[in-house]
């Protein structure tokens, strides 16, 4: 099967946010469509892996931030290739907060959801969601996926870099500081996966990494071999 043929299903993209305890997760997605119309569902597909997905579960309800094409690529970023286990993601962008949820201040449309229904797949988990609310739409153009594989996630990616790059300066100042104190995870180290560096995918397929194609490519944000490394 030719997975890059899938490619050619384009969505747009959107901030995905929900509860998680005393603050938000998020997580940027492109598989959201509207379903139904009497009533108005929507669905939204997450990755069994995402924080944001156990915290639909969790609170059963979710917004939706369409995102503009004139949007910062740090958004991009920010809520793509990182993991709200890991970051507080929504301090590190401007957010309205509406009954309970935040959004993307700058998106097109901002829809809340109750979940209805859930189908769990071995990857992803689809969830089927009545619209209770869907607030704030102005005029633009909205970000295609198609976009973003088309160049605008080089501007993600340096975006990113240099996000990290600050971040990093200021891990290596902490674990400066802690490295006097012993370790507490003295276990077996973690078995090393192949992962994209630049959206956190995780290759577990059956061929052996190194013997994919040369042209093989991330599912998920499209980049080549050469962007994954064994962590
Ligand atoms: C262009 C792009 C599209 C993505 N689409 C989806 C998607 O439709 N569903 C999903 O669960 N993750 C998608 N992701 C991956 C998540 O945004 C990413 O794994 C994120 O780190 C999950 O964050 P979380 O653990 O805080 O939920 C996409 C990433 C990128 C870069």
Redesign the pocket.
């Known amino acids: 099967m030719q997975e890059n043929a899938l490619f050619a299903i384009t969505n747009g993209?959107y901030v995905l946010s929900a509860k998680d305890g005393a603050g938000f997760?998020?997580?940027?997605?492109?598989?959201?469509s509207q379903v139904a119309v009497t009533p108005y569902l929507v669905m939204?597909?997450?990755?069994n892996?995402?924080?944001?997905?156990e915290c639909i579960e969790a609170s059963g309800e979710f917004g939706i931030s369409v995102l503009p094409k004139d949007i910062d690529p740090f958004v991009?970023a920010n809520?793509?290739?990182?993991?709200?286990?890991d970051v507080q993601?929504w301090n590190n962008v401007a957010k309205v907060e509406i009954d309970g949820l935040p959004y993307v201040p700058e998106a097109l449309a901002k829809i809340r959801a109750r979940v209805v229904n859930k189908l769990v797949y071995a990857s992803?988990t689809v969830f089927i969601a009545e619209v209770v609310d869907a607030f704030d739409s102005r005029p633009g153009e909205p970000l295609t996926?198609k976009c973003?594989r088309d160049g605008f996630?080089e501007q993600?990616a340096v975006a990113f870099n240099a996000y990290k790059a600050g971040r990093s300066a200021g891990q290596a100042a902490c674990a400066a500081v802690a490295k006097t104190a012993p370790s507490a995870a003295a276990g077996q180290p973690a078995a090393k996966r192949w992962t994209c560096t630049?959206?956190?995918?995780v290759y577990e397929g059956d061929i052996p990494f190194e013997e994919l194609p040369d042209d093989w490519r991330c599912p998920?944000?499209g980049v080549g071999k050469e962007m994954f490394e064994l962590q």
């Open positions: 993209l997760a998020g997580s940027l997605v492109d598989a959201v939204v597909s997450c990755m892996t995402s924080r944001t997905k991009i809520f793509g290739y990182q993991s709200s286990r993601k992803n996926y973003y996630k993600v630049l959206c956190g995918y998920l944000c």
